[in-house]
């Protein structure tokens, strides 16, 4: 089955305790990406990364780090978490999207990572 | 800077209805989302719009969007309680997949 698997689902962590959430694509996708999500604000993004050779910051990076060693996988990781990092946290993957395959592919999404930082 | 709002943030209405969700977005941009959650659920992908004039429907929504007007549209027709779930838009904002996202809409279908 065609899927972006998150793990874990659920996480509480105390602030200063590094943690990595890890997320993997089976179908392939050159394109992949972080988000949060916090009631009221949609969805933010975090970092991305078009390919295995390019990642690059979203919107709100402050505080997270991304690696793209293969192309399946992109970790989130939070170096020394604080409490303002409560949130939900989604992964997505779609097909490189700079006008060639998958121009209008809409991206997939994992389910989801509920982070609480004490 | 590109904001997306969506309007209105939430509604409520009885089954067999038609409404309109609202989308508007304050920059130039040739591609448009819209998305679907479920409460603690993923997003699932509705509609991608990619040009002006666009429209696509599946089942009783249909999503439409004037790239002039900076302004998508997403219409439900004869609503039922299935389509309860928080609808979001979101905007290409370089054609790179750098996604700007309106605060969504949490549609209550009452029976």
């Known amino acids: 089955e065609a899927q972006v698997t998150q793990n874990p689902r659920y996480l509480i962590t105390v602030t200063g305790k590094k943690l990595t959430v890890t997320c993997s694509q089976n179908m392939n996708h050159e394109y992949m990406s972080w988000y949060r999500q916090d009631p009221g604000l949609g969805l933010r993004q975090i970092y991305y990364?078009?390919?295995?050779?390019?990642?690059d910051k979203g919107d709100v990076p402050e505080g997270y780090k991304v690696s793209r060693k293969e192309k399946r996988n992109f970790p989130l990781i939070l170096e020394s978490p604080s409490p303002n990092q409560t949130s939900l946290y989604f992964c997505?993957?779609?097909?490189?999207?700079?006008?060639?395959?998958?121009?209008?592919?809409?991206?997939?999404f994992g389910n989801g990572t509920r982070l609480t930082v004490t | 800077e590109l904001k997306v709002e969506q309007n209105p943030l939430f509604l409520s209405m009885q089954e067999g209805k038609n409404y309109t969700i609202y989308c508007n977005y304050s920059t130039t941009s040739d591609r448009l989302y819209w998305y679907r959650q479920d409460p603690g659920k993923s997003l699932e992908s509705l509609f991608v719009?990619?040009?002006n004039g666009a429209v696509k429907q599946e089942g009783r929504l249909m999503a439409s969007l004037d790239t002039k007007a900076r302004l998508s549209t997403l219409h439900i027709t004869a609503a039922v309680h299935d389509l309860s779930a928080t609808y979001f838009c979101a905007v290409d904002r370089n054609s790179n997949y750098q996604l700007i996202w309106g605060a969504g809409t949490k549609l209550i279908i009452k029976p």
């Open positions: 719009l990619l040009s």
């Open positions: 997505a993957s779609s097909f490189d999207l700079t006008g060639g395959l998958g121009y209008d592919s809409p991206l997939h």
């Open positions: 990364s078009m390919n295995v050779e390019v990642t």
